[in-house]
C-alpha cells in the first residue's frame, strides 16, 4: 500500500535506524532527465511523518549540487547514542568522484555541507556499501575493475582489497558480508561475482553462471547466513534472482523466475530473511521467500518501471522504490485501505482548479465531480505470513486442564547444510498445579464418597473445625448417618432426655423429700451400688404412704352423698349432667372459672366436646407458654414456626423435631430457615444453614451459604461442596429421595467446582463431581470438554450432544501451514507454587513421542522438552 510519494528523478538513501525521526535523502539521479531537460542537480532530504494522511512528504532542506549520481548511501558514522541527526551522506558521481556530505548541516541550511571529497576513481562510481561492524569503512566501485576501501578517518588514502580482476570490467554491485566483517564481495555486468578477503588481500572465491547470460544488476548478503548471497540478473532472456552458498559454489543454491523480465534492483530485509525485495522491466516490485521462492507481496505500482528499492532501516514494514517516471514511492508491505487516500486525491484535483470564471458567466465553477462508481471498498492486504518483527520469540498459553504451552526460538549456531536453519523451535508443555490443598481436600472427599465412610469424615471434620459453627454444621451433617437422629439432633439443640429428667425430678420432690433422696443416695454409695434390704423396705414404706395419701382423696364408696338441683351453678350443673348435657355442663363450669371441672366433663363428653373445651381453654389462659401447649395440643407446629421469636429458634426446632409428622418435618424446617434467613443479623443468618442442613434441602443451603460466606477463594468454593455432598448422600439414605435431579444454583456451583479441578489437572475429579441429569449448555459444554480431554469415553457416561455446532476453519487461517509439521504430544511437567522444590530449571528430559506420528516428525530442528510427570490424578471407580 502506498504512504507517500515525492515527484523527483533521483537515487535515494535512508536515514540510518539511529535516527529519529525518519529521514529519505535524494539526490539528482546521473543519466536521466525529466520533462524539462534540466541539468540542474540537488540534493534534498524529506521527513516521514506516518501521522499526516497525505501522500506528500514535508521537505526539510534542499542543497544545491554541481554533481549527479549514480549511488546514495545514508552511514551511521559518528552517529550519537541520542539518534539526532547526523552520520554521514555517501555520493557516488559521475567523473569517478565520492562526496561526503553532513547531513546535519544541510538540514541546518549551512553553505558548506561537504566533509571531503576525492576524485581518485575512474568512470562513475555505481556501487557503495558501509561495513556494518565498523561504520568508517567504505566499499566502492567503479569501471576498470577497480575497488577501494575508504576510511572515514583517513579519506586521502584509500585502500584495494587486492590485484584487480581480469580483464578488467565494471563493478556494478558491492556488498559487505553481513556476519563476517572482513569479506567483500563485488559482481559485475558479465554476470560474475568475486569474494574477497580483506585479511589476506586477495580474492577467496568466484561466482559465475555457467549460461553467460546473467548480467548482474543486484547483490545482496544473507543477512543470518554468513556463506549466502543473491545475485539479480538484468537480461530479459534470464531474468531470474540466483541465491547462492559459497560451501558449494559449483551451482545456484535456489532459483527465483518470478519476473517475466530483467530485474533491476534488489533488497534484502534485515529484520527478517525471508524477505527479499526485487523490482524488474515488467513494472513490477515483488516480495518473495528466498527460502522457497514463493512471492508473499506484489506491491501495487503503475506501469514504470523502478531503478532503485530500498528497505527503511528503523521501520522493517516501510519500502521505498525510484522509478523512471521521475517518482519515489513509500509503500507498507501491512496492507491497509485506500478510500481515504483516493478521496484526498480527488479533494485535491478539485481544489486545485479554485473559484475560477473561465467562461465569463459570472458563476464560479461548482465542486469537480467524481463519477460514483459501486461502494467498493479497496483493501490491499498484507503479507501472506508474518514477518518477523512481528512474531513473538517467546510465548505461552494457557489451555483447558491447567496445561501451560510455552515456546522459545533459540539461536544455534550453524554447521551443517544450507537448509538447515539456525533458530531452534522449543515447546513445553506442562501441567500448572496452584492449588495443592484444594486438591488434597477434594481427593479426601472423593474417597470418602466412595468408601461410604461419610460418619468417619464428618467427624475429622468436626475435629479439624475452628469455630464453633462450622462445628455444629459438620455436627448435623455427622447425625444424618447415624440411628435416631432427630434424637442427635435434639442432643445438639441442647435437649438430653437424661438431663432434663433429673431437672424435672429436682423440681417435682418436696424438700424432705430431697433430703431423703440424698440420704438414700449416700447409702447406696456405703453400699457400693447395691441396695440393702432396709433401703428396699423403706422405699416400698413410702410407695404404700402415697397410694394411701391418694386414697383418701377419692370419695368413699361405702358412704352417702346428696345430689344438689337448686337454682344455684351447682344444681344447674348437677341436672345438666342427670339428664346427659355434657356441652351445658362444660359451659357453665367454664363460666364459674372452674376450668378442671370443665375438662374432665369434656373428656366424658367425647373428642369434638374435648376439642371445643380445649380452645375456649387456650383463649382465656394467659399464661407464659399457653401458646407452646396450645400448639402441642392442637397440634399446630407451623404457628409456632411462623410466630416464635427469633432468638428461641432452637426451641422451636427442637419442638419441630420432637412432635413433627415426618411428612411435614421438611416443610417446618425450610419455613424456620427462611425466615432466619430474612433476618437482618448475620449471626441468625448463617444458623438457617442448620435448619435447612435438618430439612434435607441442599439447594437452599447453597444458596444461605454462598450469601454467608466468601465464595470467591476456591478453598472458600471446597467448603460448600463438601457439605452439599455430604448433605445429598445424607437425603439420600435417610429420606429415599432422588437427589440426581439438581437446581440451577447448585449446578453453577458445581460447574464452577468442576472447572477448578479441572483448571488444575483433576479431569477425572471435574467428570465425578459434574451434575449428571442436567440439560443447562454450560454443563454440558463442560463435559464435552472434559472426555475429549480425557481422551476416552467416561463409564457410565454416553456420549454428551454438543450443543454448540461446529465450524471448519476456512484455508488460510492461523494454523498449521505447509513446511510447518505439528508437534508429537508428549508427556507434560508441572509448575509448583511458591515455596515448593521445584526441579532445577535447567533440568530437561526428553518425552516419549507417540511412534504412530513418526512420519509428522518435522525437519526443522524444532524439539519437544518435558520435565517432572504431572500431578497425580484421582481414579474413578
Known sequence: MKLKEVDRTAMQAWSPAQNHPIYLATGTSAQQLDATFSTNASLEIFELDLSDPSLDMKSCATFSSSHRYHKLIWGPYKM?????????????????????????????????????????????????????????????????????????????????????????????????????????????????????????????????????RMHCSGLAWHPDVATQMVLASEDDRLPVIQMWDLRFASSPLRVLENHARGILAIAWSMADPELLLSCGKDAKILCSNPNTGEVLYELPTNTQWCFDIQWCPRNPAVLSAASFDGRISVYSIMGGSTDGLRQKQVDKLSSSFGNLDPFGTGQPLPPLQIPQQTAQHSIVLPLKKPPKWIRRPVGASFSFGGKLVTFENVRMPSHQGAEQQ?????????????????LSRSDQLQQAVQSQGFINYCQKKIDASQTEFEKNVWSFLKVNFEDDSRGKYLELLGYRKEDLGKKIALALNKVDGANVALKDSDQVAQSDGEES?????????????????????????????????????????????????????????????????????????????????????????????????????????????????????????????????????????????????????????????????????????VACWTKAQDGSHPLSLQDLIEKVVILRKAVQLTQAMDTSTVGVLLAAKMSQYANLLAAQGSIAAALAFLPDNTNQPNIMQLRDR???????????????????????????????????????????QQYYPHGENPPPPGFIMHG????????????????????VPPYPQPQRK
Not at 159 to 175: F, H, L, N, V
Not at 422 to 438: A, L
Not at 850 to 855: D, I, Q, R, S
Request: with cysteine.
Open 533 to 701: 434390704p432396709a433401703a428396699e423396705e423403706q422405699l416400698l414404706g413410702e410407695h404404700i404412704k402415697e397410694e394411701k395419701e391418694e386414697s383418701e382423696f377419692l370419695p368413699s364408696s361405702g358412704g352417702t352423698f346428696n345430689i344438689s338441683v337448686s337454682g344455684d351453678i351447682d344444681g344447674l350443673i348437677t341436672q345438666a349432667l342427670l339428664t346427659g348435657n355434657f356441652e351445658s355442663a362444660v359451659d357453665l363450669c367454664l363460666h364459674d372459672n372452674r376450668m378442671a371441672d370443665a375438662i374432665i366433663l369434656a373428656i366424658a363428653g367425647g373428642q369434638e366436646l374435648l376439642a371445643r373445651t380445649q380452645k375456649k381453654y387456650f383463649a382465656k389462659s394467659q399464661s407464659k407458654i399457653t401458646r407452646l401447649i396450645t400448639a402441642v395440643v392442637m397440634k399446630n407446629w407451623k404457628e409456632i414456626v411462623e410466630s416464635c421469636d427469633l432468638k428461641n429458634w432452637r426451641e422451636a426446632l427442637a419442638a419441630v423435631l420432637t412432635y413433627a409428622k415426618p411428612d411435614e418435618f421438611s416443610a417446618l424446617c425450610d419455613l424456620l430457615g427462611t425466615r432466619l434467613e430474612n433476618e437482618g443479623d448475620s449471626l441468625l443468618q448463617t444458623q438457617a444453614c442448620l435448619c435447612y442442613i435438618c430439612a434435607g434441602n441442599v439447594e437452599k443451603l
Open 422 to 438: 539456525q533458530q531452534q523451535h522449543h515447546v513445553f508443555i506442562s501441567q500448572v498445579v496452584t492449588e495443592k490443598e484444594f
Open 80 to 212: 550519537d547514542s541520542k539518534g539526532d541527526v547526523s552520520g554521514v551522506l555517501i555520493a557516488g558521481g559521475e567523473n569517478g568522484n565520492i562526496i561526503l556530505y553532513d547531513p546535519s548541516k544541510i538540514i541546518a541550511g549551512d553553505k558548506e555541507v561537504v566533509i571531503a571529497q576525492n576524485d581518485k576513481h575512474t568512470g562513475p562510481v555505481r556501487a557503495l556499501d558501509v561495513n556494518i561492524f565498523q561504520t568508517n569503512l567504505v566499499a566502492s566501485g567503479a569501471n576498470e575493475s577497480e575497488i577501494y576501501i575508504w576510511d572515514l578517518n583517513n579519506f586521502a588514502t584509500p585502500m584495494t582489497p587486492g590485484a584487480k580482476t581480469q580483464p578488467p570490467e565494471d563493478i556494478s554491485c558491492i556488498a559487505w558480508n553481513r556476519q563476517v566483517q572482513h569479506i567483500l564481495a563485488s559482481a559485475s555486468p558479465s554476470g560474475r561475482a568475486t569474494v574477497w578477503d580483506l585479511r589476506k588481500n586477495e580474492p577467496i572465491i568466484k561466482v559465475s553462471d555457467h549460461s553467460n
Open 786 to 828: 472434559l472426555c475429549r480431554a480425557q481422551g476416552e469415553p467416561v463409564a457410565g457416561h454416553e456420549s454428551p450432544k454438543i450443543p454448540y455446532e461446529k465450524q471448519q476453519l476456512p484455508k488460510g487461517r492461523p494454523g498449521p501451514v505447509a513446511g510447518h509439521h505439528q508437534m508429537p504430544r508428549v508427556q507434560t
Open 848 to 867: 516419549n513421542v507417540n511412534p504412530n506420528a513418526a512420519g509428522q516428525l518435522p525437519t526443522s530442528p524444532g524439539h519437544m522438552h518435558t520435565q
